[in-house]
């Protein structure tokens, strides 16, 4: 292995004022863009000499799948097994190429739009990894982790004996701010690929000050942009989403704030119009700060790398909804949210009683798992959604202390929620997933020293 050579790039993937409005859940859309900054793809490519890795990050949904992984390896000569495209799970922005709407149905319109945007969205990633690749210069490198603490468990039990979305204080959450941080030979910040647990629900579905729900980076691409301006836009910092399955942000639009009434039911009500928007800001402001924190305490003085790459996939126990059932009400019924969505279906303003759908057993399902040995740390890719403490089991199982987990790196393969046992009996609404709560945590966590036997092999 030669001294690494580093290259980071970015373009722009903002949707086009002909797509709006561009429907998002139900009967809400997206109005026109927000004033919190652009969508981006970016970029960070890895070269030892002898192997190229590639990391990409989207401030989208989810990410695309192995089409885009096999334009990007004719088009740049990088192997597809050599490379991440990941998407932050932003809910303020369309869905970038994956799951296509979460699994819910899709009406004609949102299709449609959605592969317009997608056209859009591809182009943008070749911009990003092309200016990658051509900025490929020599570099030093080096692995840290830091705190942030702009996350919760949403996972809640209410008064009524139900579970919803909520900020659950004192459940499992990791809050865990990894980086692998690259300098040029002058010491200047190239890039750095950083990780953490937590969705981009701070503003999904929410108004503005002008009455309009609009597409914005979500706290990540925001806090992404607030460390690149702090070195005058020179450096790329790629955001990856960690096991966050069960992780919001502190005060998600999905269940802040709330209403409570006497008989003990609950559902969250919408914030004044624009404060979700403060919210989401103000936590990319707070997140942004915690990178600049973790970047400035890691000492990148590495030149040389391995790359090791290897995957697996992980047999789940599966489930599937009865026929005919209606996944999205079901959702509502959850979230405690049919008077926002569906108010047609409330009699006198009261919602009608729930009745929650029982998931029939079906089979297996199969989960793919991705291993990426760079260097002195390891990123474990996972195409699905697992709780955090799944995350922080395989980080302890693993053989190498810096172990990070990759969540959306193949969204069209993904195999959903992954709810972790001690969390199986929650009827939250990841519960309705492919994946059938219960005996999924020892799987998963065998699939992770199954890549790294792999891996160690592939080196002897």
């Known amino acids: 292995m030669s001294h690494i050579c580093v290259g980071a790039g970015k373009a722009c993937i903002d949707v086009p004022e002909n797509l709006y409005p561009f429907p998002i859940y139900e009967n809400f859309s997206f109005d026109t863009m927000g004033d919190s900054g652009s969508l981006y793809a970016r970029a960070i490519v890895i070269d030892n000499g002898e192997t190229r890795f590639l990391f990409v990050g989207t401030d989208v949904s989810d990410a695309p799948g192995e089409e885009l992984r096999e334009r990007i390896q004719n088009e740049f000569f990088i192997p597809k097994e050599n490379m991440y495209v990941t998407a932050t799970h932003n809910h303020s922005a369309p869905h970038g190429g994956g799951r296509k709407g979460g699994g819910l149905s899709r009406s004609p319109e949102k299709a449609e739009k959605e592969a317009a945007y997608g056209a859009v969205y591809e182009a943008g990633?070749?911009?990003?990894?092309?200016?990658?690749?051509?900025?490929?210069?020599?570099?030093?490198?080096?692995?840290?982790?830091?705190?942030?603490?702009?996350?919760?468990?949403?996972?809640?039990?209410?008064?009524?004996?139900?579970?919803?979305?909520?900020?659950?204080?004192?459940?499992?959450?990791?809050?865990?701010?990894?980086?692998?941080?690259?300098?040029?030979?002058?010491?200047?910040?190239?890039?750095?690929?950083?990780?953490?647990?937590?969705?981009?629900?701070?503003?999904?579905?929410?108004?503005?000050?002008?009455?309009?729900?609009?597409?914005?980076?979500?706290?990540?691409?925001?806090a992404c942009a607030y460390v690149e301006a702090r070195y005058d836009d020179e450096p790329v910092i790629l955001w990856t989403n960690g096991a966050s399955g069960d992780q919001n942000p502190m005060f998600s639009s999905e269940g802040f704030p709330r209403v409570y009434e006497k008989d003990g039911y609950t559902e969250t009500t919408q914030t004044p119009p624009g404060t979700q928007y403060i919210i989401q800001r103000h936590t990319g402001y707070t997140h942004g700060v915690d990178i600049i924190q973790t970047l400035n305490s890691i000492k990148a003085v590495k030149k040389a790398m391995r790359i090791v790459t290897t995957q697996t996939v992980v047999q789940l126990d599966a489930q599937r909804r009865p026929e005919g059932a209606d996944m999205g009400l079901n959702k509502l019924f959850i979230d405690n949210s049919v008077r926002i969505f569906r108010p047609e279906l409330c009699v006198n303003g009261r919602p009608p009683e729930k009745h929650l759908v029982e998931m029939i057993p079906d089979g297996t399902v199969e989960m793919k798992m991705w291993l990426a040995l760079l260097g002195d740390s390891a990123w474990i890719g996972v195409a699905g959604e697992p709780y955090s403490t799944i995350g922080m089991k395989c980080k302890a199982a693993a053989p190498m202390k810096n172990t990070v987990l990759v969540l959306h790196v193949d969204d069209t393969c993904g195999a959903g929620y992954i709810l972790d046992d001690a969390c199986a009996d929650h009827k939250v609404f990841q519960a309705y997933s492919r994946v059938r709560p219960g005996n999924v945590d020892t799987p998963i966590v065998n699939g992770v020293l199954t890549l790294f036997d792999q891996a160690f092999n592939d080196q002897q």
Not at 134 to 160: P, Q
């Open 125 to 222: 990633i070749l911009q990003a990894v092309e200016a990658a690749v051509s900025s490929l210069r020599r570099a030093r490198y080096g692995f840290g982790e830091g705190k942030s603490y702009v996350n919760t468990h949403r996972d809640i039990l209410m008064e009524d004996g139900f579970w919803t979305q909520g900020q659950n204080y004192a459940g499992p959450s990791d809050k865990t701010l990894a980086a692998l941080k690259f300098v040029d030979e002058d010491g200047r910040l190239i890039g750095a690929i950083v990780n953490y647990a937590c969705h981009g629900t701070c503003a999904f579905c929410s108004k503005d000050t002008d009455g309009k729900i609009k597409v914005t980076p979500g706290f990540a691409g925001i």
